[in-house]
């Protein structure tokens, strides 16, 4: 006799999660997305990777580079690092 009363408040317990579940998913998807601002004004720089003359690699932003770029050949690579 009790366990007739029990069962239908363990199913609407039950249900009841299901239902706030099921609510909890539906606002986090329909929630708006929150914009991220850069601590600059013009937001993230694009910045290239670069190798120096003691042979550290350094990142330079593109905006500080000059239009005249060339690739340098093996030979001048060898020569130009510094082997401490």
């Known amino acids: 006799m009790e366990n007739e009363k029990k069962m239908p408040s363990r199913r609407k ?12 998913a539906v606002g986090i998807t329909v929630a708006p997305k929150k914009t991220i601002l850069g601590c600059s004004p013009l937001g993230k720089k694009k910045t290239v990777k670069m190798l120096t003359q003691d042979g550290k690699l350094v990142e330079i932003e593109e905006d500080k580079l000059t239009n005249q770029r060339k690739k340098i050949t093996d030979e001048e690579l060898k020569s130009w690092v510094k082997k401490s």
Not at 13 to 24: N, P, R
């Open 13 to 24: 317990i039950v249900f009841g999660f299901g239902v706030l579940s099921v609510l909890a």
